[in-house]
Each structure stands twice: as C-alpha cells, then as structure tokens.
C-alpha cells in the first residue's frame, strides 16, 4: 500500500526576491508612476535626487513597461557612478538584477547582485548584503542549480540570523528547505521547514503557511510519519479554507488521501481524492486536475477497484501527454502497468512496463543532459570570469608601462641616467608582479579543472548507478513477466518444465539483486542521506562476507559541527574505498582498523592492517596509480596523505583535512 504513493512529487514554493514585492505588479493606471514621471521632467540637474527619481521609476515600471524600466535602470547607473553615489548605484545594481530575473537572464542578474553586493559591503550595510545573497540563490533556483542555491541561501541565513529581521530569517529558512527538498535531503528540509514554523514574529501570510505545512506532510509522508503528515496536511487545508485558497484547499486533500492510504484508510481516503478533483476542476487548472487524476487511480487500485482505477489512470495519461509532461506520463503508465498485472492482462501489463521504462530512459536523458549543460556552463563562465580578469591585470599593466615610460621621457632631460636606473627597477618590480598574478591565475584555473573533473567523476558514477538501477533493473523485471506471461500461454504440464521455468526465474532475480548491489556501490545512498560515518559502516559491513578480515571502525567527533561539505564526504568516501578494497585485494591481512577523528579544524583518518605490507619506492608506473590518484584527491582538499609501510609489518595510511570553510549546516 505503501509503495503506491512512495514517489508523489513534492509541492514545493520558492520565496522570490527580498527586495521589494514579491509578485510582478500590476500593469493598470498607476498615479504615483505618472506623478514620478512629471518630477523627473523637472529634475534638470545631474545629482543625487535625479538618481533616487530614477530609481523609484525603474521599479514602477518593471511590470507595465519593462523595456523603460530597463533604460531608467541604465540612466540611474551612470548617472550614480559619475556622482559617486554608492547608496544610489548599490540600490540599481539591486533593481537591474531583479529585472533580469523577472525576463529569465539569470547570469546578467548574478553579476547585478554580485554588483551590489561589493557595493553595500563598502557601506556597510549587512542586511542589505544578505538580501542580495538570497537573491543569488534564487537565480539558482531559476536554472534548477540547486547545490549552488542551498551554498547561497546558508550564506545568507547565517548572516540574517545576525542583523536581520524574523521575517527574512524565516523566508531563508524556507528557501532552504525547499531547496533541500528538491536534493532529496528529506532530513535537512525537515529540519528548515520547522525551524521557519518556530521563528516567531514573522509574516504569517495564509497562504505561505498553508504551503509550508502541506510540503511538511509530503515529506513527513516520505520517511514514514504518516500520523505528523496528516497533523500538517490538515492545518494546511484549514488556513487554505480560511483564505478561500482553493488550490491550496486542493493540494491538502490530496495530500490527505495519500496518508489515508497509506493507514488503510481508502473511502475517507477516496473522499479526499474526489474533494481534490473538484476544487482542481473548479479553477481549471490543468496539472492539478492530472494530479488528483492520478491520486484517485491510486486510491482506487488500493480498494482493488481495477475497472474505476484504469479509468482514472487513463484521463491521467491523456492529460499527462497534452501537457506533455513526461514524468505525469511514466507515473500514470507505471499505475497502469499495476492494475493490468492484478487483473491478469500481462500482455497489457508488459506494454505498459515498456512505456514507462522508455519514459525513465527520457526523463534520465533529459536530467543527464541538463547537468552536463550545467557544469559545462558552470565552467565555461568561470574560465570566462579568469579570462576577463587576467585581460584586466594586463591592460593595467600596460597602462601602469606606458604612464612610467611618459615619466622617464620628460625627466630623462635633466637626471637621464638617475631616472633610467630607478625605471629599470620600477620596471623590472611590475613585470615580477605581473609574473605573479599569472601564476595565480594559472593555479587558479587548475584548481577549478580539478574541482570540475571530480564533480564529472562522481555525477559519471550517479548516472551509471542510476542507468544500472532504472534501466537495466526495468528491464529485468520486464523479463520477469515475460517469463511468467510465458508460462501462462504454454501451460506447462511437467515437474521438469516447472523447474525449467523457477531456475530461469530464479536467474533474473539473482541478477535483479546483482545489478542492484553494483549501483547503490556506484551511489550509496547512505553517503547522500546520512553522511560519511554511516556510509563507511554500510560498505566495511559489506566487503568482508566471510569474516577472514577482521574491521575495527572508530569514529570520533564527526557528529559535531554538522555534516561536512558534499564534496568532501564524496572525495573521503571514494578514497577510504580504495584503500579498503586494496587491502582485501593484496594485503593478504587478516586486521583492519579505521579510525576517523575529527578535531575542531581537521578531520584525521588512520586505515591501518596487518598485512604483508610493501616499499612504497619500489613500485612500478602501473602499482602507483591508486596512490597518486589518493594523494591528488587529498591535494584537491587541501589536505595530504601519508603511507606507512615496508614488506613483512603492515602498513599504515593516515589521511589529514583541514576543516576551515568545508563544512555546512546539517
């Protein structure tokens, strides 16, 4: 029962901009616009009031004529760097970013706020900092860069926690659950969600709350707290209903009939169903009429209502593929493909399998795709960013040349040879700093090779993990009905065709399980939800079935200080697995101890056997592969690895990370 509402999407908001409304604003008659248009006219001179004016404009008109609010924009920014107006220039940096947004240019935005960031940092002014931080994440947002957004909305948290108001640290903490949402760290978003619900004092706007609770009892729903999601479900049908929010309204019901059930429940669990369809068809909003659609299915496939449930399942599909939405789609068929089973169609149960594995194949394409886009983007601006700056660096060079050339000119006439030698030496100072500001920026670009290479290795790994997982598991389990439809049709009659047909049964399902083992070893799910600690545990548990190599696991301190950067668990991660699978490989030990120690700023890890040990000088090009790769991945860290070994005594590895700016909020 439980399994058929496991994979519901979670509803999720954003909160926009901190800077000013939150929604676009009308485009009717506006008296204030008009009035500020008329000053304008009259505001003949270049000074501090032009810009305010200005400004003031280039929000009026954001909705009704975004076109003039852009070119105000532009007018108020020179106008504010020729006057050196830092508070009015900071403040149309801010304008301009949201403008880009509204139109979807969410690079030009970033550079905007990142504008008025450096700005209001000058002024000290941290909230407005902050403000401009979460704005960052929201652009984020826009281009579904979601690890980037969480990285700015913590920023942003910590600082609001510091200078701001209830009301911004509560839109931060929300952003952030919903952002960790959408990264599956159910744990997390749990965590920010109902921090947001305790801060007091803030904005208790309706329909915002209504949507933080109902996204609470999705999730609670996920993690298997159906009492608490239905608790949070119905408080948000209550401030929905109070408002006469009736998609919110809608929203909860649906929720609601997912938890009940999930408890067995199914008729007040069909009541909800059918209250959610009729408030969707109500406003005639298409995705949520395909929702409740879809939940209705559900609910009757529960109650075993197969003839009802196909129907609804297929109004679902239908209005799946008119919007084209390949997820409603596979959900639906997948829904389908169930009903056909129970009642016996597996031919129909088969084709509708095959659907539904072809539309996971599009949708990992389509996300597989997506991140390429991304991180080629990602490095493409960044090389871009330390092209422009070196450019930069260069011309100011040549300018700082050619001024102190002018100078040796005209002083040249009275002290030539004084002037000539002060030159060499001012010349000769300016080409060693020039000489130093290249080799940073070519350290700089290694490293952001380096980090891109990794994020390239470990998403390689999620996405054959995921490929292995939902492609070739789906196809399996496509041989599985295959061979059970097939049974059906043969009738087979003799005790040596029924062990035939069991063993090659028996076959799919042992490599369903191989298949299974091989991908969630490509991308432990333990890693991602519970951290590093649990992972190594889950896979030291897994690489010694017949108890000949004896693990001793400490762990000291990691639980303090909140979970380490993402990066960092994955790099430690992939480098304590090489060094487990090399001692079960060659140490020939029958002991292994790891220990793992975190210290206020560094994390130690000691991998220590009893093995035959080896001389780490002595090995060949090929043997010192896994070390290198080891000690590059520790250099890409920061930190460094040491080897501890001679043949006949073991060996010894300990691993040293230092902790400063690596870690982020659990």
Same mark, same amino acid.
């Given at each position: ?9 979670l ?26 248009e008329?000053?304008?006219?009259t505001?003949t001179?270049?000074d501090?009031?032009r ?32 006057l050196?107006?830092?508070i009015? @220039? #900071?403040?149309?940096q801010?304008? %301009?970013?949201? &403008?880009?947004s509204?139109a *979807?240019?969410?690079?030009? =935005? $970033? ?18 900092v902050a ?8 652009t ?13 909305f913590v ?26 949402a959408?990264?599956?760290?159910t ?21 915002? @709350? #209504?949507?933080?609770?109902y996204? %609470?009892?999705? &999730?609670?729903?996920?993690? *298997?707290?159906?009492?608490s =999601? $239905? ?10 209903e109070s408002?006469?929010d ?5 929203i909860?019901?649906r929720?609601l ?5 999930v ?5 007040q ?18 995705p ?16 075993r ?9 297929t109004?679902a ?6 919007a084209?939405d390949?997820?409603?789609?596979q959900?639906?068929?997948?829904? %389908?493909?169930?009903v056909?089973?129970q009642?016996g169609?597996?031919?129909? =149960?088969?084709a509708y ?18 991140q ?17 700056r ?5 011309l100011r ?21 004084l ?28 490293r ?18 995921s490929d ?31 062990t035939?047909?069991q063993?090659?049964l ?6 369903f ?9 490509l ?19 897994k ?41 079960v490989?060659?140490a020939q ?11 206020e ?7 220590e056997?009893n ?5 780490p ?7 010192g ?5 080891i000690?590059?991945?520790?250099a890409y860290?920061?930190g460094?690895?040491e ?17 400063a700016a ?5």
């Amino acid at each position: 029962m439980k399994r058929a509402f496991g994979n519901a999407a979670l509803l999720l908001f954003v909160t926009l901009w901190t800077v000013g409304a939150r929604a676009q604003p009308p485009t009717g008659r506006n008296p204030r616009l008009d009035s500020l248009e008329v000053a304008l006219k009259t505001q003949t001179r270049a000074d501090t009031n032009r810009v305010k004016t200005l400004n003031e404009l280039v929000w009026e008109h954001r909705g009704s004529n975004p076109a003039r609010s852009q070119q105000l924009g532009s007018e108020a920014l020179r106008l504010a760097r020729q006057l050196h107006f830092r508070i009015g @220039e #900071a403040k149309t940096q801010a304008l %301009l970013g949201i &403008l880009h947004s509204y139109a *979807g240019r969410n690079e030009q =935005a $970033r550079r905007a706020f990142e504008a008025c960031i450096r700005l209001r940092r000058e002024l000290g002014d941290s909230v407005g900092v902050a403000g401009m931080i979460n704005n960052i994440g929201s652009t984020y947002v826009a281009q579904d860069r979601y690890e980037a957004a969480a990285r700015e909305f913590v920023k942003a948290l910590a600082m609001e926690e510091k200078y701001g108001t209830p009301q911004r640290v509560a839109e931060d903490l929300a952003n952030l659950g919903n952002v960790m949402a959408m990264l599956n760290r159910t744990d997390q978003a749990l965590k920010y969600l109902r921090q947001y619900l305790a801060v007091k004092n803030r904005d208790q706007y309706p329909p915002n @709350e #209504a949507e933080i609770r109902y996204n %609470l009892a999705q &999730l609670l729903l996920q993690v *298997g707290q159906p009492d608490s =999601a $239905r608790y949070y479900a119905d408080e948000a049908r209550r401030l929905s209903e109070s408002v006469d929010d009736r998609r919110g309204a809608g929203i909860a019901h649906r929720i609601l009939a997912q938890v009940m059930a999930v408890t067995g429940q199914l008729a007040q669990a069909e009541a909800h169903a059918q209250t959610a369809l009729k408030l969707a068809q109500q406003l005639e909003d298409k995705p949520d009429i395909t929702l409740a659609w879809l939940t209705l299915g559900r609910v009757q496939h529960e109650q075993r209502n197969w003839k009802t449930a196909r129907a609804s399942l297929t109004i679902a599909l239908r209005m799946s593929r008119e919007a084209n939405d390949l997820r409603g789609q596979q959900q639906a068929v997948a829904a %389908l493909a169930k009903v056909s089973k129970q009642t016996g169609d597996f031919r129909q =149960a088969l084709a509708y399998q095959e659907q539904a594995s072809s539309l996971q194949d599009s949708l990992l394409a389509a996300e597989t795709t997506r991140q390429v886009t991304d991180i080629q983007t990602r490095y493409d601006t960044d090389k871009k960013d330390a092209q422009n700056r070196l450019q930069a660096a260069q011309l100011r060079t040549q300018q700082q040349v050619i001024r102190q050339r002018n100078v040796q000119l005209v002083a040249g006439l009275v002290i030539a040879g004084l002037l000539l030698g002060l030159g060499y030496l001012l010349y000769t100072r300016r080409r060693l700093r020039r000489e130093v500001e290249f080799a940073q920026e070519r350290q700089q670009l290694e490293r952001l090779r380096s980090q891109a290479v990794l994020e390239a290795e470990e998403a390689e790994r999620r996405r054959i993990g995921s490929d292995l997982h939902d492609g070739v598991g789906q196809l399996l389990t496509a041989a599985k009905l295959n061979l059970h439809a097939l049974g059906e049709q043969l009738s087979i009659q003799t005790a040596g065709q029924q062990t035939m047909l069991q063993n090659a049964l028996d076959v799919v399902d042992e490599s369903f399980r191989e298949v299974r083992s091989i991908s969630h070893n490509l991308m432990p799910n333990a890693l991602i939800k519970r951290g590093l600690a649990q992972a190594v545990r889950d896979f030291l548990s897994k690489i010694s079935p017949d108890d000949r190599l004896k693990i001793q696991l400490e762990v000291v301190g990691l639980d303090r200080g909140g979970r380490l950067d993402a990066t960092v668990e994955n790099v430690l991660f992939r480098v304590i697995q090489e060094l487990a699978q090399n001692i079960v490989k060659h140490a020939q030990a029958t002991q292994m101890t790891l220990q793992i120690i975190r210290s206020e700023d560094e994390l130690t890890i000691m991998v220590e056997d009893n093995g035959v040990g080896f001389d780490p000088a002595a090995l060949g090009a090929e043997a010192g592969i896994g070390l290198k790769n080891i000690e590059s991945r520790m250099a890409y860290l920061g930190g460094r690895a040491e080897f501890d070994s001679s043949p006949g005594r073991g060996t010894t590895v300990t691993l040293e990370v230092p902790l400063a700016a690596q870690t982020v909020a659990s």
